[in-house]
């Protein structure tokens, strides 16, 4: 059974189609095989120049949908086991 999960790692695209693999901090839903729920996730900045005290940036993206569940090109999740 489809299944995501707090602290799962995704690959993440955002609105400029970058991936990204980034952590689920939160699930919108529950997941079935025909649904598939909106995350929120956090990832690090791929920018170099973009850092803070602690290293790179950690940037957050809310209410992401599934790839396969968005017209969008970009801002959307997929699990690293799907293509």
Do not use: I
Not at 35 to 45: E, H, I, M, W
Not at 55 to 72: D, E, K, M, N, Y
């Amino acid at each position: 059974m489809w299944a995501v999960e707090v602290r799962d790692v995704v690959r993440f695209f955002d609105t400029d189609g970058v991936e990204h693999k980034a952590l689920v901090t939160a699930v919108h839903g529950t997941p079935t095989d025909e649904f598939k729920p909106c995350v929120n996730l956090v990832y690090v900045a791929s920018e170099e120049d973009k850092k803070d005290p602690y290293g790179r940036q950690l940037l957050r993206a809310s209410s992401v949908a599934h790839a396969r569940q968005t017209r969008l090109r970009g801002y959307s999740y997929l699990l690293m086991s799907e293509d």
